[in-house]
């Protein structure tokens, strides 16, 4: 990796969650920054407050284990992919942006499926699931549970992850019919959680 050190020799660093791909953090690196973290797989800055070096998690424990380290196109920032070791900002959440939201493909699916049925392509299979009503929405979701449950009792990973995506596009499609959103089961998680 080639970085180009502009602003006082610093580039900055995004830090996400790699499981949730929420952005938990911004900070700055220097080149010393930057080669103490690949080399301990914990994300260490340059704090710019107290002009030296620093590992997030040195007082709380809290680390930022890191999972992959990307360059920008311009070859002047980073995007550094974590495992979160406890909450990420100093007062106590898990980002410093006050925000739990966490949107990854799941609900970029939940949108085609939606904009799929706005659009009622005769075509779309999606479509013709959804206009043959609740009763085979739901048969289909069922179909699909047992084929996963087959598959989880053999020995094949390819056809078992290929009936799992099956069941999640299904599921997509009961929570549509049901005008259920991702983000609803995620509260009641949430909310379970506590």
């Known amino acids: 990796m080639t970085l180009e050190y502009k602003d006082n020799g610093l580039v900055p660093a995004v830090i996400q969650n790699a499981v949730t791909l929420q952005v938990l953090m911004v900070g700055y ?46 070859q002047d920032s980073l995007l550094i992919k974590v495992n979160p070791k406890g909450p990420t900002c100093h007062k106590g959440s898990k980002n410093c942006f006050n925000d739990d939201s966490v949107n990854g493909f799941l609900y970029e699916l939940e949108q085609i499926i939606e904009q799929r049925i706005e659009e009622g392509d005769e075509s779309s299979y999606t479509v013709s699931l959804i206009k043959r009503g609740i009763n085979k929405v739901v048969q ?44 609803d089961i995620e509260k009641v998680l949430r909310e379970r959680s506590k």
Request: glycine letters at 4%; charged letters at 30%; hydrophobic letters at 40%.
């Open 29 to 74: 690196m220097n080149e010393e920054a930057y080669l103490k973290t690949q080399a301990e797989q914990r994300v260490t800055f340059f704090s710019r407050s107290k002009q030296r070096l620093w590992t997030k998690g040195e007082t709380s424990g809290n680390f930022l284990e890191v999972v992959s380290i990307q360059e920008d196109c311009d």
């Open 140 to 183: 289909k979701f069922g179909e699909e549970a047992v084929e996963l449950i087959i598959e989880a009792k053999d020995d094949n990973d390819v056809l078992f992850t290929n009936e799992a995506a099956d069941l999640f596009y299904h599921l997509l499609v009961l929570f549509k019919a049901k005008n259920t959103k991702i983000g």
